[in-house]
């Protein structure tokens, strides 16, 4: 089964910046969307930016304009830029291949105001 590895993640103060990365994803499907979710503590897990296979992107409307998605289909990485970071943003970060059903084991980013 196909292992996805999420790195990145950290500690920041409100404004900052984070970039996460994910490795792994199933490059043999043609079809492929690419998520990354995210689980505040005490909530629950909620999609925060997906990305097809050709690009297109869907962001949940507390990132908009300030988190980018992106993937190097040659080298089975999605990103995740994450720009003008708040303390909301805080949570574990967990990367989803939709054609395999599978999950990474999370990355921590913690926002402090």
């Known amino acids: 089964q196909v292992q996805l590895v999420e790195s990145g993640g950290g500690s920041v103060r409100a404004g900052g910046s984070l970039r996460l990365s994910c490795a792994g994803f199933?490059?043999?499907?043609?079809?492929?969307?690419m998520g990354w979710y995210r689980q505040p503590p005490g909530g629950q897990r909620a999609m925060v930016a997906t990305?097809?296979?050709?690009?297109?992107?869907n962001y949940a409307d507390s990132v908009k304009g300030r988190f980018t998605i992106s993937r190097d289909n040659a080298k089975n990485t999605v990103d995740l830029q994450m720009d003008n970071l708040k303390p909301e943003d805080t949570g574990v970060y967990y990367c989803y291949d939709y054609g395999m059903g599978t999950w990474g084991q999370g990355t921590q980013v913690t926002v402090s105001s």
């Open positions: 990305i097809t296979t050709g690009g297109l992107t």
């Open positions: 199933a490059s043999s499907l043609e079809i492929n969307v």
